[in-house]
């Protein structure tokens, strides 16, 4: 059936509201809404805002090139809006709310800064001395260990789902560890051992139980606890190395 002709259906949404800028308690408020089961959530918010509600507030960045902005809990499913459609959903019910874990600025905008200054924490680019006149070359094999998290779109959605960020509020994040391992990874790195001591700490790599949320909502098959797990293998190695280099040995 081609989308032209796709049947439409009468869609109850239940979307979350709140302005921190006002004395007024959070609510939920009803809409009802015309849509064909290949609209995406996104799409439903967008037409929505235009012909019913302007005032309700939430992020996308998709048509900008910028995906991973419109994460949210769809259904009591941490997802991104633009790739949840009505007709994967099977329900004529939505209840939208803003991702968990982060203070709401507004309806289903949070804000987003300690995620940001715990990624800006693990130093997240390539520290390599490189010889100019040399090209640094990385082998298919040594590329294909990153290329997973290299994918990372940095959305938030692991860190909306990790319950270690509530009951310990300064661990780092299954995002930012996963973009550490990234790098630490790399074969041209050559500078990381100052941010792997940093995160060698209950803030960091030991701050995570391997509950493996972050795996389950990931849209980018990331896997940050295999990273996670990564970094602490390398902290370990590190710490024998260290502890070999301090044993005196006999001649």
Request: aromatic residues 6%.
């Given at each position: 059936?081609?989308?032209?002709?796709?049947?439409?259906?009468?869609?109850?949404?239940?979307?979350?509201?709140?302005?921190?800028?006002?004395?007024?308690?959070?609510?939920?408020?009803?809409?009802?809404?015309?849509?064909?089961?290949?609209?995406?959530?996104?799409e439903m918010l967008l037409k929505l805002q235009d012909e019913q509600d302007p005032s309700l507030a939430f992020r996308y960045a998709c048509r900008g090139a910028v995906c991973g902005s419109c994460a949210m809990s769809?259904?009591?499913?941490?997802?991104?809006?633009?790739?949840?459609?009505?007709?994967?959903?099977?329900?004529?019910?939505?209840?939208?709310?803003?991702?968990?874990?982060?203070?709401?600025?507004?309806?289903?905008?949070?804000?987003?800064?300690?995620?940001?200054?715990?990624?800006?924490?693990?130093?997240?680019?390539?520290?390599?001395?490189?010889?100019?006149?040399?090209?640094?070359?990385?082998?298919?094999?040594?590329?294909?260990?990153?290329?997973?998290?290299?994918?990372?779109?940095?959305?938030?959605?692991?860190?909306?789902?990790?319950?270690?960020?509530?009951?310990?509020?300064?661990?780092?994040?299954?995002?930012?560890?996963?973009?550490?391992?990234?790098?630490?990874?790399?074969?041209?790195?050559?500078?990381?051992?100052?941010?792997?001591?940093?995160?060698?700490?209950?803030?960091?790599?030991?701050?995570?139980?391997?509950?493996?949320?972050?795996?389950?909502?990931?849209?980018?098959?990331?896997?940050?606890?295999?990273?996670?797990e990564g970094v602490r293998r390398k902290l370990l190695t590190q710490r024998i190395q260290d502890a070999f280099r301090r044993t005196p040995h006999e001649d």
């Amino acid at each position: 059936m081609s989308p032209s002709n796709e049947v439409i259906d009468v869609v109850r949404l239940d979307v979350f509201r709140y302005d921190a800028s006002r004395d007024e308690p959070p609510r939920f408020q009803t809409y009802e809404l015309a849509a064909a089961g290949s609209t995406s959530v996104l799409e439903m918010l967008l037409k929505l805002q235009d012909e019913q509600d302007p005032s309700l507030a939430f992020r996308y960045a998709c048509r900008g090139a910028v995906c991973g902005s419109c994460a949210m809990s769809i259904n009591g499913r941490l997802n991104l809006a633009c790739r949840v459609l009505l007709k994967n959903l099977d329900t004529d019910r939505l209840v939208i709310e803003p991702l968990p874990r982060l203070e709401i600025i507004k309806d289903l905008v949070v804000d987003m800064t300690p995620f940001w200054e715990k990624y800006e924490r693990i130093r997240p680019w390539l520290h390599a001395q490189i010889d100019d006149a040399r090209e640094s070359r990385v082998s298919q094999r040594q590329r294909e260990r990153i290329d997973r998290y290299v994918h990372c779109i940095l959305c938030g959605l692991c860190y909306g789902a990790c319950p270690m960020m509530s009951r310990n509020e300064s661990f780092t994040g299954p995002a930012a560890l996963a973009k550490l391992y990234r790098f630490a990874a790399d074969s041209r790195e050559n500078g990381r051992r100052e941010t792997l001591v940093q995160e060698d700490a209950h803030e960091g790599v030991w701050g995570c139980r391997t509950i493996t949320r972050c795996i389950r909502v990931c849209p980018k098959n990331v896997r940050p606890t295999d990273a996670i797990e990564g970094v602490r293998r390398k902290l370990l190695t590190q710490r024998i190395q260290d502890a070999f280099r301090r044993t005196p040995h006999e001649d």
